[in-house]
């Protein structure tokens, strides 16, 4: 998937109008009918199948729908499932950008609803609002708001409770499984491999649940049904996949050697990932684990390596040692005409949190590590590149790294940095 791009003067896009609010709209039933009929084809290959257990709310009952989120064909299940359910879709704001504004028109028309991933949108709650009550329609929300990296959970917004007080409607869950393992997004979107695909839908929380359960009952429950994970769901199934080409870009998340540690030397290419500096290599096998060429295998599951790296990253800022410090080009959202392209500029990413430079000196941009709990960071972003994304609501700024893999690490230490931050507010760690 491609986006409409344009190279403009920094000042200039600073002086472009912002994109007007727009309430959300309910999508009729030809647009509906039409996307229900496009999801055919889109799911063709994939031996799609779901199961609903227990009995979803009817269709003329607005509900929150809750959905992991895997890969690209995570809406067209939606759509499969849910149909002839209207509902409204909230969907991250630079999808909206491209051909001069009719994506815009087109994605408002079936539904969409626009938000800033990882940034504090009160107007999203507004525009759910709207849509339960004044629509009569349902919403879908990704709460992870990322596709995850490692086949596990992204981490949730910790007010997730508060927020479905707030919406007082029943809560749907649907859960995709062979999404993730026929498309994860480390591997540059490459052909897709051959892997079923099915999903299950059921009541996460009745009303009654939901008005009657604690904030903290709540989330302690879409914690549970969030604690997915893709890798171990492959090998529990016997799920084979022989693509030659299945190990390539892993190194984007795996991207420390647990032999040597070192860091930003890994190489996913083919069934095998290697570290440069040591040498060490570990074969994917079609089960999906690893398996060390030579020597002791570390971490078999991928996730366990994943989580591993995690706690590096947590001692390193605990130590006061971490900090990224690398050239980026930046692109900007300001409106959904473009992606703007700006120029070059530094990035920096340390205890104190973001730090953007750039544009001739006229950017100067600085983001405090409690300003969110997790890191718009995404791999072969609408194919252009790798990205660490910071902003607000005024402005978004997309950095491209311009050597090393460290989008990765960059999200696990904005999540880690967060979760120390409570924990200092709570006199729960010192240092």
Known sequence: MKTTVKTMDYDRVMALPRYPYEAPRKPGLFWRSL????????????????????QLPDPSEPCLILMNHSCFLDMQIAYR???????????TS???VGMGGLMNRLLRTIGCVPTQKFVTDLGLIRDMLYCLRELKTSVLLYPEASYSFDGTCTPLPRKMGVLLKKLDVPVVMIETFGAFS????????????????????????????IREGTVRELSDGLDRAFSFDHFRWQKEQGLAINAPFRADGLNRILYQCPSCGTSGQMTGRGTALTCGHCGKQWQLTPLGELEASDGKTEFSHIPDWYAWEREQVRQEILEGKYRLDIDVDIAMLVDFQAIY??????????????????????????????????????????????IICIGNNEHLYYCFPKGGDVVAKTRLAAEEMYKLYKARRHGGITG
Do not use: M
């Open 94 to 96: 630079d999808a909206f």
């Open 341 to 386: 392209r700006v120029g070059e500029g530094h990035l920096i990413h340390d205890r104190e949190g973001f730090r953007l430079t750039g544009c001739g000196g006229r950017l100067n941009y600085t983001q405090k590590p409690q300003a969110c709990y997790g890191l718009y960071a995404d791999y072969y972003w609408y194919e252009l590149g790798d």
């Open 182 to 209: 026929r498309n994860p997004l480390y591997n540059e979107l490459q052909v897709r491999r051959e892997v079923p695909v099915r999903a299950e839908a059921r009541v996460l929380f009745s009303r009654e649940q």
């Open 81 to 91: 499932i849910l149909y002839p359910r209207p509902f409204n879709i909230i969907c």
């Open 35 to 54: 996307i229900r009929l496009l999801t055919v084809p889109g799911l063709a290959g994939t031996g799609f199948r779901f199961e609903i257990h227990g």
